[in-house]
């Protein structure tokens, strides 16, 4: 497969885990790197089962089939020098913090960049990592409201709805493996890796644009 050669670092939590997949898919070796007690995305519903006291969640053997997987605790020294590790021989490193925070624990895009230039690092979150709303905290109805999705959702006498299957974060994910294949293709011509910013509401607001473009070509004017 296309990404057979490649290696992965997964740090993201339930929020950036289906560009991992995506990749693992393609052929990469993911790892998904865990902190200690597992990933958020182990409790995430809904559970076989529906008891999530014995039923293992269904949302993380989803979203993480085909991924190894490695327990380390980057608020400590001993995870953060061993993810260095592995970064030195990874491709792509995708995390899913708030902006900043790896950077703050020594492991943002610029400081692993320095001891690793051939990696392609890519972050996801809500709204970019820089901007006025870099900082917002914002779940996964902030992201599709933001991104106009909810103009055409619900009754048109009524407020809109939330899309029922939470989304936003997989338009991001999608981005982000999409960029993360694109930097890997221009490292082979520059042998330099690069930073992909991969904003949900962004994506979602291009995901979804055709509704607003299909009046222009001849289709029904999406309303509520």
Not at 62 to 88: C, F, I, M, P
Not at 111 to 139: D, F, M
């Amino acid at each position: 497969m296309m990404l057979r050669p490649y290696r992965v670092l997964d740090c993201t939590d339930h929020r950036g885990h289906l560009a991992g997949l995506m990749l693992a898919q393609l052929g990469a070796e993911v790892t998904l790197v865990e902190p200690p007690g597992g990933s958020p995305a182990r409790r995430q519903p809904p559970f076989a089962g529906g008891d999530p006291d014995t039923g293992p969640s269904l949302w993380h053997a989803a979203y993480n089939r085909g991924k190894r997987s490695v327990v380390l605790d980057l608020t400590t020294d001993e995870g953060r020098h061993r993810l260095r590790q592995l970064a030195a021989t990874a491709d792509v490193l995708i995390e899913s913090d708030r902006p900043g925070r790896m950077a703050e624990l020594g492991l943002g895009h610029e400081q692993l960049a320095a001891e690793h230039p051939h990696l392609v690092y890519v972050s996801i979150s809500p709204y970019g990592q820089t901007g006025p709303k870099a900082q917002w905290a914002a779940a996964d109805l902030n992201v599709m409201a933001s991104s106009a999705t909810l103009s055409v959702t619900g009754d048109e006498d009524r407020p809109p709805v939330r899309v029922a299957v939470p989304q936003g974060y997989h338009f991001g994910a999608v981005s982000a493996a999409s960029g993360a294949v694109v930097a890997l293709i221009e490292r082979a011509r520059s042998g330099q890796g690069q930073h992909v910013d991969a904003a949900a509401q962004w994506t979602a607001t291009l995901g979804t644009q055709a509704g607003v473009l299909s009046t222009g070509v001849g289709g029904v004017d999406p309303a509520r």
